[in-house]
C-alpha cells in the first residue's frame, strides 16, 4: 500500500515553455503533499506544501509564480513550471502522507521523481 | 528552522560488514525522524523510522537509535550486502510545522564492497 505514482518520468523541454508534473497517491488519500527538488548528488530541497482545497505553502526563497502548485482532489496535485529556463532542469519529487495519519509522525511516501531537462 | 547534519557524506565497507551513519538536528521539538534509501534515479523509500518516544528501533539488519537529550539519531546496517549500496538520508519532522514537513539531511553515499 501507499504507493505515490508520479508522471512524467522525465522530460525535456524548450527554454520558455512550461511543464506539467502529476503526482497520484494510488490507493489512499492525501490532504497533503509536498514536493521536492534535488540537484545531482544533493539532498531533497522542499519547495512547498500543497494541500488539497487550499493554496500551496511555498519555502523561503520558492517563487510562487514559477512553480505553480494544485491539488484539487485527495489523490491529485500537479507542479506547473512556467516558463521554464536551463536552471530550472532537476529532479522534481512529491510524496504525500495519507488523510488519517497524524501529521507528525507518519510516514512520508515519495513518488519515483520527474527529471527535468530544460534546453 | 529545524537544520539536519548528516555523517560521513561517504561511506565505503566490505560486505558483511557493519555501516553506521550518523545524523544531528537542531529543533528540540521535533519528534519523528525517518530514514531513506534512494537508489539511482529514484525517489527515496522509506525503511525505518522512529518517533521520539522511543530510543532504538530494529528491523532486520537495521536499526535506529534516537539519543533525545544530544539530538543525535543513528543508522545500523548490520551484515552488508552489495544491495545495500545507494544514498541514504535522515530527516526530521519539526514540531513547529503542522503539515509534518520533513527536513533531510545532506545525504550517505554507501558503497558495499563484495
Known amino acids: 500500500g501507499a504507493v505515490v505514482s508520479q508522471h512524467p518520468s522525465w522530460v525535456i523541454c524548450k527554454s520558455g515553455t512550461s511543464v506539467k508534473i502529476e503526482c497520484r497517491s494510488l490507493?489512499?488519500?492525501?490532504?497533503?503533499m509536498f514536493w521536492y527538488r534535488q540537484f545531482p548528488k544533493q539532498s531533497l530541497m522542499l519547495m512547498a506544501t500543497s494541500n488539497e482545497g487550499s493554496k500551496a505553502t511555498y519555502e523561503q526563497g520558492v517563487e510562487k509564480d514559477k512553480f505553480l502548485i494544485n491539488h484539487a482532489s485527495l489523490t491529485l496535485s500537479t507542479l506547473t513550471v512556467t516558463s521554464a529556463h536551463p536552471e530550472d532542469s532537476s529532479f522534481y519529487i512529491c510524496?504525500?502522507?495519507?488523510?488519517?495519519?497524524?501529521?507528525?509522525?507518519?510516514?512520508?511516501?515519495f513518488g519515483n521523481g520527474t527529471r527535468l531537462t530544460v534546453t | 528552522g529545524e537544520n539536519v547534519e548528516q555523517h560521513p557524506s561517504t561511506l565505503s565497507v566490505q560486505e558483511g560488514d557493519s555501516a553506521v551513519i550518523k545524523c544531528t538536528y537542531s529543533d528540540s521539538a521535533s519528534n519523528y525522524f525517518p530514514w531513506y534509501k534512494q537508489e539511482l534515479g529514484k525517489g527515496p523509500q522509506l525503511i525505518i523510522d522512529?518517533?521520539?518516544?522511543?530510543g532504538e528501533k530494529k528491523d532486520q539488519r537495521i536499526a535506529v537509535t534516537l539519543n533525545k537529550t544530544a539530538k543525535h539519531f543513528s543508522l545500523h546496517i548490520t551484515e552488508t550486502q552489495p544491495e545495500d549500496s545507494a544514498v541514504y538520508f535522515c530527516a526530521a519532522s519539526p514540531r513547529s510545522s503542522n503539515t509534518g514537513k520533513l527536513i533531510f539531511g545532506q545525504g550517505t553515499t554507501l558503497q558495499v564492497k563484495p
Open positions: 490507493d489512499f488519500q492525501a490532504t497533503t
Open positions: 510524496s504525500a502522507r495519507g488523510a488519517g495519519g497524524n501529521s507528525y509522525n507518519s510516514p512520508l511516501h
Open positions: 522512529i518517533r521520539s518516544n522511543v
